[in-house]
């Protein structure tokens, strides 16, 4: 991801900020201004603590932000992360943020080809029957799908509020779920046993699959179980699994949370980069890079949003080895949303929800064997959802007024080593074959429908797991820094799940025990663990 622009509400400029921090002892030091970053901040400066957060980006919110990607077009996209999931409602009510999202009206859209004939399958509302039966001749794979997600549903209500709360041991979280077999489908055996014991088409397995490997690059039956835990984050959030659209995009989240903190006493530096953290468990001082030169910062306690491998740098240890992202992110203005193979259904309804391409199951099975060979897939998987039909204020009144519409896809089992070689031309191969495979579900490539920008260029970009790296520094271009854990204790965590072998220094990023995505939970964590 490129260097985020800024977000939609607008942030204090450099220039226009002390080129000093007002003291030079603060409670605690924050590095890394991204949304758990400031969620840690808000916390603690309301329980009176004196609060420093230092960003080296122009601005807050790390890959949580709004911006105008297209030169001369106003449409603000979620350039990177793009859905809110696991944002408690008890973060969002503790420190009184200014935030909305909206529920999408379709769950999903998977287009097919069945005996020659376009058709589909069209999860949400209330024709999520009738396309079952539609696509499969019957009930059977219907009813199983209510009962699976029944189960999901279950299990969400019951570990979801855990996630704010100290880790509980892996017993205690399974008597709280108190269901065995939804116990061994989650956290004892492979996923992929579960979604062919559960279904028998193709295309419905492979829908129930896609969960448990966005950002993920792993087999249905790998026996590490690395498919299961990204599959448990994707069904617990909000203690329903629903996955909602952000008024305004990610950066209005962002925004919220850095009003919030300053709101409450912190104090948020942009353009300051720490490079050094030096402890004995007690104090700490923090080596800064500014605008203005280099400064030492003394704090109580250090909070680091950033990866494990960022941490261990400025502890000067050796970091760890990175995890590897795997992932394609796309992002598309539209002059219109294109026409559909499949009449029965109407684009709006398609791309309202997530729009899966070349997920069936023995589809994705495929692409995980062509890139773990080093290849890129011959039918890349892929995901794609339109902002804009939920929210349409991430448009200009004129381009809203003219039926412009933004598509935000994601890309499956595109790990870092198919870039290494050359990045800009695996990319290119990539986003080429990926198009191809959603034009083989539409009435007109998807090509004739991008809008142009003030340049007169077509405003699409791709992002590779390198691109990621280089520009938000994500190891290995892994959107959750490195794989995902269970929320549960491991023996090697500490009580929040965030603390290190230092007593003052926390990792309150994306990499903390319940990490990874848009939560705000390791920064809640962390604040937690600082204060008691």
Known sequence: MPAPEPSSVPQPSAHHQPSAPARDRYDAVIVGGGHNGLVAAAYLARAGQSVLVLERLDTTGGAAVSTRPFAGVDARLSRYSYLVSLLPQKIARDLGLDFAVRKRTVSSYTPAVRDGRPTGLLVGGDRTRESFAALTGGEREYEAWQRFYAMTQRVAERVFPTLTEPLPAREALRARIDDAEAWRTLFEEPIGVAVE???TDDLVRGVVLTDALIGTFADAHDPSLIQNRCFLYHVIGGGTGDWDVPVGGMGALTDALARAARAAGAEIRVRHEATRIETDGTHAEVTVHTPDGEQVIAARRVLVNASPQALAALLGQTPPEPAEGAQLKVNMLLTRLPRLRDRSVDPRQAFAGTFHIAEGYGQLA??????AAGRLPAAPPSEIYCHSLTDPSILGPDL???GYQTLTLFGLHAPARLFAADNDAARAALLKATLAELDAHLEEPITDCLALDGNG???????TPLDLERDLRLPGGHIFHRDLSFPYESGTTGRWGVETAHANVLLC?????????????PGHNAAMAALS
């Open 197 to 199: 014991r559960n279904f």
């Open 366 to 371: 495929d692409a995980y064997r062509d890139a």
């Open 400 to 402: 809203a007024a003219r």
């Open 457 to 463: 260029e077509p405003c699409i970009e791709a992002k």
């Open 509 to 521: 990023g994306a990499g903390a025990v319940r990490g990874g995505g848009v939560s705000g939970v």
